[in-house]
């Protein structure tokens, strides 16, 4: 009964806003109809109530309806009369369509209804730490602007390195519950036996290894924002206990009986095209709806090739910020700009980021105040002086020992290399460390030390 409904209606997006309104049936004011606002809605007889109901059968506060991605809970506050629903005194229940809520002698009738909102696109060119101007971004923009303060669940979907995680982390920083904890479960990196342990937590001696209870990411993220990435990963067989934790906001740990609630705001993510995997039957139909209340495409960035400007001077500025040295050039030139945009970038922004990257601290080693892409090649692009290959060899630097010319130039080997084999796993760090016949803890560790940020 709360969740948001989207449509395509011509260009504009068009969102059904789910409402609910109490229609009085009895008393003076029979017929009146008040619409429940806000997530918290007070019904009694004192003036501070959403709904005053200046009856003597009324307690001064007498009853509340709670509103969340669930629906409506009706809740006595310790009345003198009770709170009736469809005849039956309760204590708390969830409203249904239809439904009669007796307050005191007074009645009134749950009638819920959608209403339809234009979401045009966004006058501002970034979302949190999302950047884009084109009218695409915008749209994504516009709709998060409206929905993203709420608790509504949101599926984000897009290519690999759209930046799907980053407007996941936005909404939750947009959002009430921004100070409260953010936990990711990554559920294509996380092996299937273990992410039913991963979501719910386990109990001591739930299975072979489990030494010591475990919190597991619903419990970890109370009060805050859960999100699954690349949920389309998750196994069929747990699908259904996923969606059983998400319609009643409570879990069980493996191993245990003990049921535990939660308050949480999900998030998931996926780069593959989930209605597609409900008609292959890899993925369940009533888990798609619980999840795609408010759905978001990220376009990918051939399609968006205007923000680059944008990107670029966005990218480069957080780069800049994590060079203690403060010598990072920032600046770009046109043309550098025009070969950017004729690249097609099957990696995405991601791909974008880790060429800037690259040829940020490439052009600062060679003594450049301009970003040059000739350090990095680009595919398929026509560049202005670029190289095939990446050049090794800037200008040396006088006074400057061996040892040191060296020690620089294999960091940046190493870094470039690290960075070049994430990208290839696509972020995954046990796969690229099979692929190298590295360690993983190693690479793990050299991925840290150079700024890079792979999945778990």
Wanted: proline share 5%.
């Amino acid at each position: 009964m709360t969740q948001p409904r989207t449509a395509h209606v011509g260009d504009p997006r068009v969102l059904e806003l789910p409402r609910c309104a109490l229609v009085i049936l009895s008393g003076d004011d029979r017929g009146r109809e008040q619409i429940i606002e806000g997530d918290l809605f007070r019904i009694g007889k004192s003036k501070g109530n959403d709904l005053v109901l200046p009856d003597e059968t009324v307690s001064r506060a007498h009853c509340e309806i709670v509103r969340d991605d669930r629906g409506y809970l009706l809740r006595d506050l310790g009345s003198t009369n009770g709170t009736l629903l469809d005849g039956a005194e309760i204590k708390e229940a969830w409203l249904k369509t239809g439904a009669v809520i007796t307050v005191g002698k007074v009645e009134l009738k749950v009638r819920p209804f959608h209403e339809r909102v234009e979401i045009l696109p966004s006058d501002a060119a970034s979302y949190g730490e999302v950047a884009g101007k084109s009218v695409g971004m915008r749209q994504v923009f516009g709709l998060l602007e409206r929905l993203g303060p709420t608790d509504a669940t949101v599926l984000i979907g897009g290519e690999t390195g759209t930046g799907k995680d980053v407007l996941a982390r936005s909404i939750h920083a947009q959002s009430p519950r921004a100070k409260r904890p953010f936990i990711v479960v990554d559920c294509g990196a996380v092996v299937g036996s273990l992410i039913e342990s991963e979501l719910f937590g386990h109990e001591k001696g739930a299975f072979t290894g489990a030494s010591a209870t475990r919190q597991g990411a619903f419990e970890l993220a109370d009060g805050g924002t859960l999100f699954l990435d690349e949920i389309g990963e998750l196994p069929l067989d747990l699908q259904p206990k996923l969606l059983r934790a998400l319609e009643t906001r409570a879990f069980r740990r493996v191993g245990g009986n003990q049921s535990t609630a939660v308050d949480i705001r999900v998030i998931a993510a996926s780069k593959r095209n989930l209605k597609m995997e409900v008609e292959r039957g890899k993925f369940r139909e009533d888990l798609y709806f619980r999840l795609a209340v408010v759905p978001v495409e990220l376009p990918p960035l051939r399609e968006r090739l205007d923000d680059i400007p944008l990107l670029v001077g966005t990218l480069l500025a957080r780069i800049a910020e994590g060079d203690a040295t403060g010598s990072t050039p920032t600046d770009i030139s046109p043309e550098t700009l025009d070969a950017l945009r004729a690249h097609d970038w099957p990696g995405n922004i991601r791909e974008l980021r880790n060429v800037l990257e690259r040829a940020a601290y490439l052009s600062r080693a060679a003594g450049h105040d301009e970003v040059s892409l000739g350090f990095v090649p680009l595919a398929g692009a026509a560049q202005p002086n670029v190289t095939k290959e990446i050049r090794l060899a800037p200008d040396f630097e006088p006074g400057k020992s061996y040892r040191d010319t060296k020690s620089e130039w294999e960091a940046l080997f190493e870094k470039q290399y690290v960075g070049w084999l994430l990208d290839q796993s696509d972020g995954n760090i046990s796969a690229a460390a099979r692929a190298a016949d590295m360690d993983r803890k190693y690479l793990h560790k050299l991925a840290r030390k150079h700024g890079l940020h792979p999945k778990k």
